[in-house]
């Protein structure tokens, strides 16, 4: 596992090098921000409805769908699909192509913006939107087939810069990343990670991409039961505090993360 890792790094980076320069210069200041604020990330339930612009609010749907609201009202579902949806319809759909329960083939068409994370004619997907107090943007991996082979590009990590902080959700992530992918992610302040070992990378690749991402707050997600999420946290446990949540919804800010990073688990599979 951890070969095909390497050689599918490997070819991302040949991929990579072509547009790196110019996707780095996009990469806004603020997902290189670094607070130092005491650690409280408080449920959403201590919060009036209305958020705050310095504010976000994370609520987990399940398997891998979150929904992501900003103050100024854009609403955001990850891993849009036929099976699991938020209650409400979403501004921004993202998707992935690894599973039909990571994208929809018939989606909402009150859905304004839907961002799938591969290019249908085998190209690299490239998004980079804007929409009120969003920008939305990407980096492509790969994953692999049913075959073993793999699929350049399948994958995509999609980064949503609000409230002065960066979210990254890593999608159907099948192995670690490059330099040139980690520079392109940028510095997250949240991260949203598939951990259930097998079908996306193997628990020692999910740990060694969080080490290397350093993200102030781990969200973990497709963990399909209690089995696989205690073992991804009696691994990690070694490396960073857990928290357990007892609500799915949790608002943050630039203010609230901690200083280092803490897994948070929010209810759901």
Not at 151 to 173: D, K, P, Q, R, W
Request: aromatic share 8%.
């Amino acid at each position: 596992m951890r070969m095909a890792r390497s050689l599918l790094a490997v070819t991302v980076v040949f991929g990579a090098l072509a547009w790196a320069g110019a996707a780095a210069a996009q990469v806004a200041d603020r997902c290189f921000a670094v607070s130092q604020a005491p650690s409280v990330v408080r449920p959403a339930a201590m919060h009036p409805t209305s958020l705050s612009p310095a504010e976000v609010r994370l609520t987990f749907v399940g398997h891998a769908t979150w929904l992501i609201e900003s103050a100024g009202g854009v609403k955001i579902a990850t891993d849009y699909n036929d099976y699991i949806r938020p209650p409400v319809v979403p501004d921004i759909a993202t998707m992935n192509r690894a599973h039909t329960t990571h994208y929809s083939m018939f989606p909402d068409p009150a859905v304004k913006n839907v961002l799938r994370g591969w290019d249908p004619d085998g190209g690299i997907a490239k998004h980079d939107l804007t929409i009120g107090d969003v920008r939305v943007r990407n980096v492509a991996t790969n994953i692999r087939d049913w075959s073993g082979g793999s699929i350049i590009y399948g994958n995509s990590i999609f980064i949503f810069e609000v409230a002065g902080m960066c979210l990254g959700h890593l999608g159907h992530l099948h192995h670690t990343l490059s330099e040139q992918q980690v520079a392109h992610v940028g510095q997250l302040d949240v991260v949203m990670v598939a951990v259930d070992g097998t079908y996306t990378m193997d628990i020692e690749g999910v740990v060694e991409t969080l080490r290397t991402l350093r993200a102030r707050l781990i969200l973990p997600m497709h963990y399909f039961n209690s089995y696989t999420l205690n073992r991804f946290l009696e691994r990690i446990g070694g490396d960073f505090p857990v928290e357990r949540a007892t609500e799915p919804m949790i608002v943050v800010s630039q203010a609230t993360l901690p200083t280092t990073p803490k897994v948070l688990v929010l209810p759901g599979f």
